[in-house]
């Protein structure tokens, strides 16, 4: 039988692999960030950050989605702290500590408050800084990629050419979820989960059905765990098994590379889950549960509340895999690398391969 090694324990606490995460997987990556939904108006926006990067999506006047860095060229103040919410002036976007504004469908640089005329100043007396003319061009935003499918907005922080288009990305999940018209969907609730684990502990995690019967009782009885199957088809990896009747879940999940999972609910709902990487030995999970319009609240509730059990179930094995990574060596007798089963880890297998590659340790 052949088993895959995993990624040494080093790998999960290290800030120097995390740095590598964030700027060689997600500074590449196509990163979902919210739900159409959430923006319907102009001036309206979601600020996440994304693996330590503070992103803004915004709808600009002319109806389009845009994202910027939600950092202000004046001091680096979030133009707006995380979460959804609106510009009252939905063509410019005020920053909210000296109220700079910026033009939500280019990031320029519109008025800088209290940067006009001034009185004279002499370099003489500031000998250790630079002084120079204020030029506003050289302040606006920087502004990412952002594309939008099914309603769910991704941004991707890499500014070449070399980015595949996301409809091509997301090629594999587009044909299988075909059938759900989420882009229709709206958000009835949001939730934000923090996790003490690296995020690939997680990720291995969400990658695997291995340990739902153990883990996850409530949810084993739901679906015919036994069943359960995970084919990727990369950068997506499709979970199934048949769900048992009258039972909130759907028995399908989708995974795509690097941080989103795609969880479908009996009747008509889904939860996008967005997993972000927030220091070497902590995540963050964002989900946005998405339902058609008229679904009863008691369901939404049924649902939300089984996924709060099942997040905090992984929750805690998680965090405790994280405390075995963290241990000390002593004497030699610590955990230094574990291995994956190729019938249940294919997934967890892949991530480690890719993340390798982009590391160029592979
Ligand atoms: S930091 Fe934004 S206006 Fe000062
Ligand atoms: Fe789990």
Redesign the pocket.
């Known amino acids: 039988m052949l088993v895959a090694e995993t990624l040494p324990v080093e790998m999960y606490t290290s800030p120097m692999v995390f740095a590598g995460l964030q700027h060689a997987v997600f500074g590449k990556s196509w990163l979902p960030i919210g739900h159409a939904s959430q923006m319907p108006k102009p001036g309206n926006y979601v600020a996440m950050n994304m693996a330590g990067f503070p992103v803004l999506a915004v709808r600009g006047k002319d109806n389009i989605i845009r994202a910027f860095r939600n950092a202000?060229?004046?001091?680096?103040?979030p133009?707006r702290d995380e979460g959804a919410g609106t510009f009252s002036d939905g063509a410019r976007m005020a920053?909210?500590?000296?109220?700079?504004e910026f033009d939500s469908q280019t990031g320029k640089l519109g008025s800088?408050?209290g940067f006009g005329s001034s009185e004279p100043v002499d370099p003489e007396d500031y000998p250790c800084l630079t002084i120079k003319k204020f030029d506003r061009l050289q302040f606006a935003l920087p502004q990412l990629k952002c594309e939008t499918w099914r309603g769910v907005v991704f941004v991707n922080m890499d500014p070449s050419d070399n980015v595949v288009p996301l409809m091509d990305y997301i090629a594999p999940l587009e044909a299988r979820m075909k059938h759900i018209p989420m882009d229709q969907y709206t958000v009835r609730k949001t939730a934000s989960h923090d996790i003490d684990c690296n995020a690939l502990v997680y990720l291995a995690n969400y990658g695997e059905g291995a340990h739902i019967p153990s883990i996850h009782p409530e949810l084993a009885e739901m679906i015919v765990a036994e069943e359960y199957k995970v084919e990727v088809v990369h950068p997506i990896a499709f979970h199934t098994a048949p769900p048992r009747p009258n039972q909130p879940v759907n028995g399908v999940w989708a995974y795509m590379y690097p941080n989103m999972g795609v969880n479908e609910y009996a009747g008509d709902g889904v939860m996008i889950e967005i997993m972000n990487p927030v220091t070497p030995t902590k995540t963050r999970l964002n989900y946005i549960y998405l339902f058609a319009e008229g679904t009863p609240q008691a369901m939404v509730d049924e649902i939300v509340a089984a996924s709060y059990n099942t997040t905090m179930q992984d929750k805690r094995i998680c965090e405790g895999v994280q405390a075995t990574y963290n241990a000390p060596n002593i004497n030699g007798l610590g955990f230094r690398q574990g291995v994956s089963s190729p019938r249940h880890e294919r997934s967890p297998m892949r991530i480690y391969n890719e993340v390798l590659q982009a590391l160029r340790w592979g």
């Open positions: 202000c060229s004046h001091l680096g103040a133009l920053c909210q500590y000296h109220r700079w800088a408050t």
